[in-house]
């Protein structure tokens, strides 16, 4: 079955260091994968997805096929990153699958 | 118009009580959707419309009925919920979901609780 896998659900680092939030997928095919936000009391939004390639808010992912991996990077926190991260995937259908999340919390 | 609303934002009932959660957006998607997002977990699929067609149900109970009246307004009409019912419902709405990589966007919610 088609699985979404975060293995932090806690990551704290201080404002100014690099960031990395894990993401890995089980599926045989070719899914499409994004990075959702939700900032304390605000919806949750997309962040980024893998097809557009988009960097949004100084965040990057890649997609690693080899790994089964899409792993949102950020060089330097800021305060203002501190919410819940999900990663999320499609496989060609309407369902969205969502990973646990992480929350990342960025200390000044 | 570009966000998905929900009404209402708080809802507190009773397991005898009938109420419906409305989700609406004006942004010409075509695909709506139904969240269930209990605290400290990610969203969980309830039921997905397509072109107006009910297209997913996740195995949802029927105590939770939910209705697309028209391309733009989704609800979820609820009947003798369970307390474990309670949790924050999300609508969604994607341009056109037939192909899976339609981005999502997601309404605010309606936080539920059921006494």
């Known amino acids: 079955a088609q699985r979404v896998t975060q293995p932090e659900k806690l990551l704290s680092v201080f404002k100014g260091a690099p960031v990395e939030l894990k993401c890995n997928y089980s599926?045989?095919?070719?899914?499409?994968l994004f990075w959702y936000v939700q900032y304390s009391r605000q919806r949750l939004q997309l962040l980024l997805r893998?097809?557009s390639r988009e960097s949004i808010k100084g965040f990057t992912a890649d997609l690693n096929k080899g790994e089964t991996s899409f792993h949102l990077k950020k060089p330097f926190a800021q305060e203002e990153d501190s919410a819940m991260y999900y990663c999320?995937?499609?496989?060609?259908?309407?369902?969205?699958?969502f990973g646990t999340g992480t929350r990342l919390q960025v200390f000044p | 118009d570009t966000e998905v609303t929900q009404t209402p934002k708080h809802l507190v009932m009773g397991m005898t009580n009938k109420k419906s959660l409305k989700c609406e957006q004006h942004m010409g998607h075509r695909a709506m959707y139904w969240y269930k997002q209990k605290a400290k977990k990610p969203p969980e699929l309830m039921f997905v419309?397509?072109?107006?067609?009910?297209?997913i149900n996740e195995s949802v109970p029927s105590r939770f009925s939910p209705e697309c009246p028209n391309s733009s307004l989704l609800n979820l009409h609820l009947h003798a919920l369970q307390p474990e019912d309670s949790a924050l419902y999300l609508c969604?709405?994607?341009?056109?979901?037939?192909?899976?990589?339609?981005?999502?966007?997601f309404g605010p919610g309606t936080r539920l609780t059921v006494l």
């Open positions: 999320a995937l499609t496989f060609g259908t309407d369902k969205l699958i």
């Open positions: 419309y397509s072109y107006e067609k009910l297209s």
């Open positions: 599926y045989s095919g070719s899914p499409e």
């Open positions: 969604a709405s994607s341009q056109d979901n037939r192909a899976g990589t339609d981005t999502q966007y």
């Open positions: 893998h097809i």
